[in-house]
T-cell receptor
Framework: GQQLNQSPQSMFIQEGEDVSMNCTSS?????WLWYKQDPGEGPVLLIALYKAGELTSNGRLTAQFGITRKDSFLNISASIPSDVGIYFCAGPLHYSGGGADGLTFGKGTHLIIQP | ETGVTQTPRHLVMGMTNKKSLKCEQHLGHNAMYWYKQSAKKPLELMFVYNFKEQTENNSVPSRFSPECPNSSHLFLHLHTLQPEDSALYLC???????????????FGSGTRLTVV
């Protein structure tokens, strides 16, 4: 299966700041997904990307599917306390698969917001 | 009930015990998954069921045994576990459209398993 490298591992920011994180792969992906996990809960889908170069927003969140198809970026603007959590990138486990046969996940970016 | 429901939320078991984790999805999805989440590791895919057929077993030890009696229910039977099996076990479901568009998983809240 394909592996994802996610960075940074953790971020300590002030409320109101913008946040950027990214995910890279040694292989080409045809789908990129971004999830957020709150403590004690399962991950929740934030944004799905299906096309190289695609830029998609969900409120204050914006994600991009890299042109090379080997990376993706997630930006959060004007962070608020409820943005705290772990953000994961994910993609199909097997390139030939649509994703229904399994997803591979990055290790996550821990976002911590200091008051 | 909506979404994906997992029970129990917490489980403590001895190494000689037998227990089962349950997952139920109310979304009409046709694929279900078990994932293991350990500290400082990516989510690890364990099993995939597509239309109730197991299509992926990601080299999981035989002390973990999945069961999918229908497209809404998924179980993970546990026996003779080791302390290193302590983790958060997440169930997820998805809809395979079969058209190359994939909408991602809906996860349950997980079962926090501690093996003592």
């Amino acid at each position: 299966g394909q592996q994802l490298n996610q960075s940074p591992q953790s971020m300590f920011i002030q409320e109101g700041e913008d946040v950027s994180m990214n995910c890279t792969s040694s292989s080409i992906f045809n789908t990129w997904l971004w999830y957020k996990q709150d403590p004690g809960e399962g991950p929740v889908l934030l944004i799905a990307l299906y096309k190289a170069g695609e830029l998609t927003s969900n409120g204050r969140l914006t994600a991009q599917f890299g042109i090379t198809r080997k990376d993706s970026f997630l930006n959060i603007s004007a962070s608020i306390p409820s943005d705290v959590g772990i953000y994961f990138c994910a993609g199909p486990l097997h390139y030939s698969g649509g994703g229904a046969d399994g997803l591979t996940f990055g290790k996550g970016t821990h976002l911590i917001i200091q008051p | 009930e909506t979404g994906v429901t997992q029970t129990p939320r917490h489980l403590v078991m001895g190494m000689t015990n037998k227990k089962s984790l349950k997952c139920e999805q109310h979304l009409g999805h046709n694929a279900m998954y078990w994932y293991k989440q350990s500290a400082k590791k990516p989510l690890e895919l364990m099993f995939v069921y597509n239309f109730k057929e197991q299509t992926e077993n990601n080299s999981v030890p035989s002390r973990f045994s999945p069961e999918c009696p229908n497209s809404s229910h998924l179980f993970l039977h546990l026996h003779t576990l080791q302390p290193e099996d302590s983790a958060l076990y997440l169930c997820a479901s998805s809809q395979d459209s079969g058209q190359g568009i994939y909408y991602g998983y809906t996860f349950g809240s997980g079962t926090r398993l501690t093996v003592v």
